[in-house]
């Protein structure tokens, strides 16, 4: 009985906790909500794996997946205390802290990116700049292609809202674009918390000392890669 035991534990499928770095191969797929690369393994697909790390009187979320490496709860534990990895949310109690990465995870939606190698050609960036796409019968800007300007997509904007080319988009890359959008969604989540949105008899965040947001480190992190394009 004893050794029945033994095997069948020793033939234990392999689940998501049990996922390392060297398990995980990139996808061409990113999480919209953050901008965040989908990696697939043996356990599955996962962009993120949470965790729900105590640390003093409050339980912290964080993605066990950080730069394409898995960090342990450790590591995710130091890194939250000098604040160079952010949590994705903060909570009293660790039930309430496992609803919330479920809650998460339910609303996050996936999109394909277009990988940059795709883009680029010998001597540079893939592009038929100062042509006519003869479809259309539009000019093509520097940095795009003939399909890029055929305006054959129909869209409907409010007010407010801003489209970029495909030539900007290629430029800055999509990746890059979705983790400002994140940051700045961030940013006004916190802002409704605190009761800066009109509305102050709801504020569920004090807001006395400085705001807090990653916003100005995400115009940062993309000027250092763009720079180094």
């Known amino acids: 009985m004893e050794q ?3 095997k069948k534990m020793l033939k234990k499928k392999k689940g998501i906790d ?3 770095t060297e398990d995980l191969k990139s996808t061409d797929m990113i999480v919209k909500e953050t901008g965040r690369r989908i990696y697939k393994s043996f356990a599955g697909r996962h962009s993120e794996i949470g965790r729900s790390i105590p640390i003093g009187d409050k339980v912290y979320n964080i993605p066990s997946i950080q730069n394409g490496k898995v960090l342990s709860e ?3 534990a130091d890194g939250i205390k000098s604040k ?5 949310s903060v909570h009293n109690s660790m039930e309430e802290a496992i609803q919330a990465s479920k809650n998460r995870s339910d609303s996050l939606t996936t999109m394909k990116i277009t990988d940059k190698s795709n883009y680029m050609q010998e001597g540079g960036l893939l592009q038929e700049g100062g042509t006519v796409d003869p479809v ?5 800007p520097v940095g795009s292609t003939q399909e890029e300007v055929r305006d054959d997509i129909p869209a409907q904007l409010s007010e407010g ?7 900007v988009v290629r430029f800055i890359g999509l990746d890059n674009l979705m983790k400002l ?3 700045a ?5 916190k802002m409704d918390r605190m009761g800066q949105m009109g509305n102050a008899d709801e504020a569920v965040e004090d807001d006395t000392g400085p705001f807090d947001s990653d916003i100005d480190d995400v115009i940062g992190e993309v000027e250092q890669e763009m720079a180094q394009q």
Not at 161 to 167: I, K, T
Request: proline fraction near 6%; charged fraction near 35%.
């Open 4 to 6: 029945q035991q033994t």
């Open 18 to 20: 049990d996922v390392k």
């Open 74 to 76: 450790d590591k995710l």
């Open 84 to 88: 160079k990895l952010k949590p994705t």
């Open 136 to 140: 259309s019968g539009n000019d093509v």
């Open 161 to 167: 809202e801003f489209v970029f080319p495909a030539d």
């Open 181 to 183: 959008r994140q940051a």
């Open 185 to 189: 969604k961030e940013g006004l989540a």
